[in-house]
């Protein structure tokens, strides 16, 4: 079956700008992460879902960064007025539940904010 | 000092080597342990887990848990080309939130 697929696959924005980055998760997946990889930062945890409510939003660096997930399904993180140091991969990853399961990575998203 | 730390190489082996890579994490809470593979502009995708110390064998790869020393390693028996990627070790935590090791660059040469 299809796995997670995020769109765009690059996107490179101006300093100040907004943009948004969308998830589509596994069907049937209630549970979807969302992560920020950085050159010599690894992976980071941002926030996650269960359904649509967010539990843990610990991992969002700034109020900049929002998500939301809508009908328990694709998921989109806002990012306000970017910064350089935004640059990054975001990757969104799904699993069925958020007690326990594999988690399924999309190919990322790669932001480059010039 | 980072949760989860990992050497980020670049480890570069000949092919037929035996591989070793490793991880230390500080939180004992920490009850699962992952290893991710991740080959260049794709995601992670999950290799191996457990979840109690001693060895796990699956093929080539054996992931080994040391609790008492909160260490973990990944071994790569005959190691092939095509097992050139990032290795990430992972320690769950609470909901299924992952912390991440920074992640090892492998190169095997043919």
């Known amino acids: 079956g299809a796995g997670v697929s995020q769109s765009p696959s690059n996107k490179v924005t101006e300093k100040g700008k907004d943009v948004e980055l969308r998830c589509d998760p596994i069907?049937?997946?209630?549970?979807l992460y969302w992560y920020r990889q950085s050159l010599g930062q690894g992976l980071e945890f941002l926030i996650y879902?269960?359904?649509?409510?967010?539990?843990?939003k610990s991992g969002l660096p700034s109020d900049r960064f929002s998500a939301e997930r809508t009908g328990g399904s694709v998921s989109t993180l806002t990012i306000q007025r970017t910064q350089q140091e935004d640059s990054a991969v975001y990757l969104c990853?799904?699993?069925?539940?958020?007690?326990?399961?594999?988690?399924?990575f999309g190919p990322g998203t790669r932001l480059t904010v010039t | 000092q980072k949760e989860v730390e990992q050497d980020p190489g670049p480890l570069s082996v000949p092919e037929g080597a035996i591989v070793s890579l490793n991880c230390t994490y500080s939180n004992s809470a920490f009850q699962y342990f992952m290893w991710y593979r991740q080959y260049s502009r794709k995601g992670p995708e999950l290799l191996m887990y457990t979840y109690s110390s001693g060895n796990k064998e699956d093929g080539r790869f054996t992931a080994q848990v040391d609790k008492s020393s909160k260490y973990i390693s990944l071994f790569i028996r005959d190691s092939q080309p095509s097992d050139s990627a990032t290795y990430l070790c992972?320690?769950?935590?609470?909901?299924?939130?992952?912390?991440f090791g920074a992640g090892t660059i492998l190169r095997v040469k043919s």
């Open positions: 992972a320690i769950m935590e609470y909901g299924n939130k992952l912390v």
């Open positions: 069907s049937g997946h209630t549970a």
């Open positions: 990853a799904s699993s069925l539940t958020s007690t326990w399961g594999e988690q399924y």
């Open positions: 879902f269960q359904g649509n409510s967010a539990p843990d």
